[in-house]
């Protein structure tokens, strides 16, 4: 790549040699051999794993590797049956964990195929669309306005072409194309004028060039090839539930060890205790704990995609849990990036218009009273010199959508609210001539013939200039001077309007001599005839000002970065809600001036950055972070990866982001939209929780497990549960009701809470006092049932008979007392009763299906001998569901006490 020729200084003559081209473009032939030896012209991702790689991984947790040990022993030791359960318990949780992960594959592959893009070829002298992605150095492309750039382009010719490189250069003014050689070879992108760059949008006019390079050879692709790094860390969850697993583990091997020596001494059946202790692991080992956190996950990124954001990467999952700012830009986030005329000035009156967006339906309002603006002269002019004056075009696409420059758009729509059609005045006016906008300028004009043989100039562009040349004014029907002081009244009504954050354009006209005469900008742009101001905006979104205010509650502070100027940035900050009147703003030539210690200094008092560049947001995010502030970034240019990569969360744009930026980024807004970021962090906040809820029920459950064997060991009575029981009892509570955790609703009053700590530990202290008491109960309730069955208070003592009576007593004790745990976990404070045993459908389903499970294992036969039970009488089932809902009362006592506490303390 380093002897690539450097095509803006290369005369088409010396492009179409090193290409081997022509104007004819080259065959099709030559294109297939082409292609197949510079490969498609896409930006090639990083290849992900295998579906084989995928399920192998599934294998690597800690906890898979004690419970394959488990079922190694177990096969060892001849017990089948407690290997082939353990063995279906690691394939299943395999299984769950794989078909996630590759969906979540899939899926990132399915939205980019989303954005592939056609291309129209000139091959062997003939016109053709293709796909993008079958575009070859050589091939001769036509461009057009609404368009993406298919590749990088050597143009050959260009009409009135304006491109939009902002997501290249961080420009938002559309790049004006012209096909001449450039001399210099160091140039910028933002001065190659004539190339045109892969990804880049065709704001205006047409073009014609030759593909010069294709995918990762275009200058988007060399970016994306930089930023693309190997993603192999772990999410801070992960790490936690490692370090978790490692030490149950050894706390496990301690037990049994245990348990062996003692038992072994007393009794000395070594045989026997090896197998109790072994049976003591399995309890001990939360083997659904892995399926179930990735399914918790998965269910949440499903709601989440619901609500408009698509997470690529499951750390964003936890971290927007724990956002403390969100920086969004304001176009299309906080605002409906759809450029609107609400406000209209003729005839010394100012007129509103309603309805934003670009439907063509509103109406107009003077005096608050309803106006039909072709009735009124001057108003019909104005509406209908900003649709002549014009190269955007609207169109319905299922959704309105302006093809081209958005404020054209803007003027467009006005009119035809007014019932005044683009394409039938463009028929009664048809254009002669165009002088197109130029920045020097600050205008635009276009020359039409009337329906009377005339010829007349339309003209539109900035106040101040369209003033200082017209001469005359249009009112009232009338034409008339226009005099100095006239004219500083108007300027004035233009600041006023400005003020409320529009962007104003002045629109005049000119009557044109009927003799032929050239049409520059000195012979038309002079002794203008002055009409009146359109004022537009684009228009906060409803649901955006919403969703800052519950951003507010939720103790997250909301900042607006945008490149608009430092009044509109204000006007629409405050309009949302963001800025106060006393609020900062600081705008990209104040972070020029400022050090990096400065800004540190000011950054957590800003509220609005105007006017910044995307270098600007890396340096925002850089100081945000340094106050240790958890940070969530928008953005949508390749020029924004660096501040997306930098961010904790960075959210790429679906609809207007590029691919580099959404692979740079943990989420995609698909609808771009502000509103689904807070509905993310939401959404962030409920999936923590449950997965929090789900770690404290499985562990709980299990270490009650573990201490109802241990214990029962310890005092010398039988053991009350043996493996396969123990094995059946994780596999039926620890899969459907865990698993319906994962779907429990948002807790009422989530974003009313500051955001958690990202340093808080999976089992807090809290967490961990009421696991001991939960296990302390199961322990109680399950050893006294089970002493009691087995005849231990009787004065005959036990009754080696009612043994197996009595582990199914213990059994089934077991298993109810984790169904009513399994509600009981919902909230940590708020009792059950209010929460609603109902509220959670999948809960009530799951508990059900784990119920009817556990009755067939205890009253059917063919299954009473696989796992040594025994039908229980009506009487002994009430007395276990009597011991079991010990649990639920206990802790709802325990509840009450922590309410009452907490209402004293405040």
Known sequence: MENEPVWHTMSIESVETALKTGRLGITPEEAKRRLEEFGPNILREKKGPSALTIFASQFKNYLILVLVAAAIIALFLGDFTDALVIIVVIILNALLGFFQEYRAEKSIEALKKLTAPHAIVIRGGHQEEILASELVPGDLVLIETGERVPADIRLLESTSLEIDESLLTGESIPAKKKAERLEEKRLPIADRKNMAYMGTIITRGRGIGYVVSTGMRTEIGRIAELIQTVETEETPLQVKLRDLAKKLTYAVIVICLIVFLIGTLREGHVFDMFLNAVGLAVAAIPESLPAVVTITLALGVQRMVKRNAVIRKLPAVQTLGSATIICSDKTGTFTRNEMTVIKLYVNNS???????????????????????????????????????????????????????????????????????????????YPRIAEIPFESERKLMSTIHETPQGTKIACIKGATEVVLNLSSKIYTDGQIRELTSKEKEELLKINQNMASDALRVLALAYRELPTEHQEYTSENIEKDLIFVGFQGMLDPPRDEAIMAVQTAKKAGIKVVMITGDNEFTAKSIARKLGLLERDGKVLTGADLEKMSDAQLDEAVQEVAVYARVSPEHKLRIVNSLKKKNQIVAMTGDGVNDAPALRKADIGIAMGITGTDVAKEASEMILIDDNFASIVAAVEEGRTIYNNIKKTIYYLLSTNVGEILTIFIGLMIGLPIPLVAVQILWINLVTDSFPALALAADPAEAGIMLHRPRDPLEPVITRRMFFNMIFVATVMLVSTLLLYSFVLGVFSPLGISYSNLDTARTAAFTNMVFLQLFHSFIVRSERESVFKVGFFSNKYLVLGTTISLLLQLAVVYLPQLQTLFHTTPLSVFELVIVVLASSSLLFSTEVVKFYDRRMARYEK
């Open 350 to 428: 100012i007129f509103d218009v309603t309805n934003v967006g670009y439907e063509p339906k509103g109406k107009f309002y003077h005096n608050n009273s309803v106006i039909d603006p072709k009735q009124i002269p001057s108003l019909k002019l104005l509406l209908t010199i900003g649709a002549l004056c014009n190269n955007a075009k609207l169109e319905k696409n299922g959704n309105w959508r302006i093809i081209g420059d958005p404020t054209e758009g803007a003027l467009i729509v006005a009119a035809e609210k007014a019932g005044l059609k683009q394409k039938e005045l463009s028929e009664q």
